[in-house]
């Protein structure tokens, strides 16, 4: 294997990292989403229920 194809399969394997990294990413992002839902979900139930006692 010459240096031109080692090349090509390092470059190819970075490309497929950066890939999975993204992915990664995203799904990180999409459970954020819904973490930073429940959590106001959860601060409008709270304030509500101050708000009812007090």
């Known amino acids: 294997m010459g ?8 470059q190819l394997d970075t ?3 950066q890939t999975r990294t993204i992915t990664d990413l995203e ?3 999409r459970d954020l989403a ?3 839902r429940d959590t106001q979900a ?3 139930d709270l ?3 101050i708000e009812e006692t007090a």
């Open 3 to 10: 240096i031109t194809d080692r090349v090509v399969l390092r």
């Open 15 to 17: 490309q497929r990292q």
């Open 27 to 29: 799904h990180t992002n």
């Open 34 to 36: 819904t973490d930073l």
């Open 42 to 44: 959860l601060t409008r």
């Open 47 to 49: 304030l509500r229920h």
